[in-house]
């Protein structure tokens, strides 16, 4: 490595060491700085960013373009950047995370580190209803990935914080306590007391161990202030970088909500569609005890067959499997919407919400698909890489370029071994050090960096795509389950009626039981297919909402 040292001290003495020649032009840290293949990212600094605790996340503050200052002394930077207010790019639109917590309380999970070892700790105890909006609350305050996410996003607050700690200088202090057995001292001492002379004394025996000529104790103490005053713009551009990872972490902690959001919902939706399982298997049960009766009665008057008794108690047998294998699933759902809000382990859940339509999509495909760009936070958070991937490049350049440190020590020393006591003196100065070769080391980072630069392009692409693709598709499932509404429920009111005459045929004998078997299994369908149009459509538009980054739970 070939460095380029130069270094002025003003103080007790004054002195100048130059290794190796170059020519070196300074200028001002602030004056615009050329770096080839690197523009300067417009992304916009923040000096107190606002980082929400579990509970809520703003991210209102994501457009501004506040002036950071830091002011030290006759020091002073600032560091600035200005979006045009006719900029056309899509704007990250996010609503408040804020909502009233209606949920119960006493579902929370009260020890996260709980690991029970009784039977009784792991046994079901209650019961609580909670609707779909209490689930969601619930989610937000329990869920661990999304306390993991609020954590990480924390930590880049820190990392923002370490950054911005180079605006500062940096006081160091060092003292120490050095008791000095010189070899040179002992030889001489040796050779005059062989040659019958005088020992040469180093002090007056005043110390920690006196009397020994051979010793010296010292004392030093030194107070030192530093300060980078020009880094060839790499504190800018680390800087920039971090507040643009912040922004990142702030994405990504909005896009885990989004994605637990509907989770929860499909979870809770599942939950719903159980339930009403349960309910159609129990009616199914209802309506072939009902016919059995009715085999059953016209068996004894006369008029009935055996054949027909058979056939009631097959159907009832089946419906009677149906009823528990619903009531196996309704189980299954519940525990899963438990386990994705991380309840507590005596809790059980059922769904508060009746099945009914989650509301109605107000904008066609194309509207939908714009406003997915404008919002979707993983297309700002591959815009955001890209621009701390150039700062980084800015960062890394910056190692090959004129560094110039300014300082000024204070310094206190005492020689223990005699009576003179303590003397001070002060240095003043400023060093300059460049790297003019490091065997491409910067260059290889700045290379390293460019090509982050162009993978967080490429991957904007193709997450764009993605986007236009669930857009497509959830607006597609919106519009055919909403059809499907319309058609389950003529044929939910067609099969009831059906089922009405079947029997009256049968009780009046000119109907056969079998016709009364297939009108209960038409109807037994016909409400679960409504009930899947719904709980589709509703699938649907919470995807939709999910993938234009629209969601509000509960419709």
Known sequence: MVSFLCRVGLGIGVSMTVMGTSTIVLANEHSNLTIDH???????????????????????????????????????????????????????VVQSTQRTDTSPSSLNNPNLLE????????????????????????????????????LQLERSRAAVTEAKSTLFPTVSF?????????????????????????????????GIISGDPNVNRFLNSTLELSYALFTSGKRDATIRAAEGQLRISQLDYQIRMAELQLDITEDYYGLQDANESVRIAKAAVTNAEKSLGDAQALERAGVGTRFAVLQSQVQLANARQELVRAESKQVIAGRQLVQRLNLSQDVDITAADKVD??????????????????????????????????Q????????????INVFARYN?????????????????????????????NAQARLEQQQLNARIANTTFAETRNQIRFQVEQSFSNLVANKKNIDTATLALDQAKESLRLARLRFQAGVGTQTEVID??????????????????????MASLQRATASFTAGG
């Open 357 to 390: 339509l989650a509301g109605q999509w107000q904008l066609g495909l194309e509207e939908s698909i714009v406003l997915a760009f404008q919002n979707r936070a993983e297309l700002q958070k591959q815009r955001l890489q890209s621009q701390v991937s150039l």
């Open 174 to 206: 060092q003292t120490a306590v050095t008791r000095e057995v010189s070899a040179t001292t002992q030889l001489v001492n040796t050779r005059l007391q062989l040659n019958g002379g005088t020992p040469i004394s180093t002090g007056s025996g005043i």
């Open 38 to 92: 690197i523009p300067d990212p417009s992304f916009p600094l923040n000096e107190e960013l606002d980082i929400p605790s579990l509970k809520a996340v703003d991210f209102t503050t994501m457009g501004t373009t506040p002036t950071v200052q830091a002011q030290h002394g006759s020091i002073k930077e600032e560091h600035s950047s200005t979006v045009s207010s006719s900029d056309s790019r899509p704007h990250l």
């Open 519 to 540: 009108a209960e299994t038409d109807l037994t369908r016909a409400e679960g297919n409504r009930v899947k149009a719904i709980l589709d459509y509703n699938r649907a």
């Open 115 to 150: 690991s029970p070892t009784q039977p009784i700790e792991v046994k079901i105890q209650r019961t609580q209803a909670i609707t779909l909006q209490e689930s969601i609350n619930l989610a937000r305050r329990n869920n661990p990935s999304l306390q993991i996410s609020a």
């Open 412 to 440: 206190l020393a005492n020689n223990l071994d005699d009576n003179i006591g303590f003397e001070d003196g002060y240095a003043v100065g400023a060093q300059l050090t460049w790297n003019i070769f490091d065997g491409g």
């Open 392 to 403: 980084q490049a800015r960062a890394a350049l910056a190692a090959v370029r004129p560094q």
